[in-house]
């Protein structure tokens, strides 16, 4: 059993800064990739930064130079910085990782999505 624990959520003023965590606990051999996605109201899910186990990331193009997402390998966490919010930022945002939960798994490079129950993030303007 994996589960995905998100925290972090809140309001905040356009502007501020909010940082969103997740931990990963369970049965976990090895992680591949971790993300965040976000989805608000009438929208479709979108990423918004992903990390691979190299620490490569990714951002969606409407985050670039204010959100930062990081990880740590030890901990099985994966951590969203974000600054400068605007109120279209608003949403809840999910954490996933890609996780084989056992060796075996592992060395076939299989690996599963899982994804967190969610945190809201509220900027008003």
């Known amino acids: 059993q994996v589960q995905l624990v998100e925290s972090g959520g809140g309001l905040v003023q356009a502007g501020g800064s909010l940082r969103l965590s997740c931990a990963a606990s369970?049965?976990?051999?090895?992680?591949?990739?971790m993300g965040w996605y976000r989805q608000a109201p009438g929208k479709q899910r979108e990423l918004v930064a992903i990390?691979?186990?190299?620490?490569?990331?990714n951002y969606a193009d409407s985050v670039k130079g204010r959100f930062t997402i990081s990880r740590d390998n030890a901990k099985n966490t994966v951590s969203l910085q974000m600054n400068s919010l605007k109120p279209e930022d608003t949403a809840v945002y999910y954490c996933?990782?890609?996780?084989?939960?056992?060796?075996?798994?592992?060395?076939?490079?299989?690996?599963?999505?899982?994804w967190g129950q969610g945190t809201q993030v509220t900027v008003s303007s």
């Open positions: 369970g049965s976990i051999f090895s992680i591949n990739a």
């Open positions: 996933n990782a890609d996780i084989a939960p056992f060796r075996s798994m592992a060395f076939r490079s299989e690996f599963i999505r899982y």
């Open positions: 990390i691979f186990t190299d620490s490569t990331t």
